[in-house]
């Protein structure tokens, strides 16, 4: 949703800017094109190939954009760091990047079989999706799948999975594949597309941590914007598009008090006024060219 995000955004050219997940570059792009010549962009990425590819394709822009390593939950450091306060906006592409899909060896697609079990976004940190397979005991797994992955079938692919490893460990992305397609009834396996899409959702989201703090973040964020700044948000699954949902809801009351408080005693003042009511999908045009965008939702909101 390339060209909602950028209208979202409102870009000012001589704006400061905030892509908190870079990815292949393809949103910075676009950004960084519409900045005139005291525009800036910081572009984060906590993938080290995905920033090195961002690097590549952005390097016509030169100083205008800033590259950091970082998870996108430490921004606020990062802009720090950078001597930067305000901004006028950021943009928010959750999830796992086309770019990181694509390239098998990094173990988050069950389109291919061969692939090790890993789902790191960040190659240095230590928790692998081999480690969450193979060492997490039985309920945790069960719990990450049915909360993560809103899998029906989690208690039994849970307990296949424990039941494979007393054997051996599960090393390949084929073998986990195989688990999950012997957890289910044959009649059923496809009846939501790939029958191993929702563990391979949930195992990356435990890898990576990417529902923690993010709700706490975009808070956060919202602070640093300057008055008719915007934060845009794609979520990809329903669990991140609860959370952003209701924080730029509740981003946008004035009192929290319980209802039948006579006075209000929080103090609470709105911060932004949410631009979409409904969230923004992609046209039928996109997602016949990009299938993965059928999921996408965007959420803007505008700093008051």
């Known amino acids: 949703m390339l060209r909602q995000c950028v209208e979202g955004l409102d870009i000012r050219p001589d704006g400061t800017y905030l892509d908190c997940t870079v990815g292949g570059g393809g949103h910075s792009y676009a950004i960084a094109s519409r900045l005139g010549e005291n525009g800036r962009l910081v572009a984060i990425d906590k993938d080290d190939d995905a920033l090195a590819a961002a690097k590549q394709r952005l390097a016509e822009f030169g100083g205008k954009v800033i590259f950091a390593k970082s998870d996108f939950k430490r921004a606020v450091q990062v802009l720090d760091s950078l001597g930067i306060g305000k901004i006028s906006g950021v943009l928010m592409d959750l999830g796992v990047s086309s770019w990181q899909i694509d390239n098998f060896d990094r173990g988050f697609s069950y389109r291919s079989r061969e692939s090790r079990l890993d789902m790191r976004m960040d190659k240095q940190q230590a928790l692998s999706a081999y480690e969450v397979v193979n060492e997490y005991g039985e309920d945790r797994l069960r719990e990450i799948i049915s909360e993560y992955g809103e899998e029906k079938f989690a208690a039994r692919i849970a307990f296949n999975i424990c039941k494979y490893r007393q054997i051996k460990p599960l090393e390949t992305t084929g073998e986990l594949i195989d688990v999950i397609e012997r957890s289910m009834p044959p009649k059923l396996r496809y009846a939501g597309g790939h029958p191993a899409k929702r563990t391979f959702q949930a195992i ?38 609860r959370i952003v949902k209701q924080k730029l809801k509740w981003l946008e009351k004035d009192c929290v008090c319980p209802p039948k408080t006579p006075v209000c005693v929080c103090g609470k003042k709105a911060k932004v006024k949410v631009v979409t009511n409904k969230p923004i999908t992609a046209d039928s045009e996109e997602r016949q060219d990009n299938p993965r965008s059928e999921s996408a939702k965007l959420r803007i909101a505008q700093r008051i």
């Open 204 to 241: 990356r989201i435990e890898v990576n941590g990417e529902l923690d703090g993010l709700g706490e973040f975009i808070e956060e964020i919202v602070d640093r914007l300057e008055t008719g700044g915007r934060i845009a948000v794609i979520t990809f699954h329903s669990l991140e598009d």
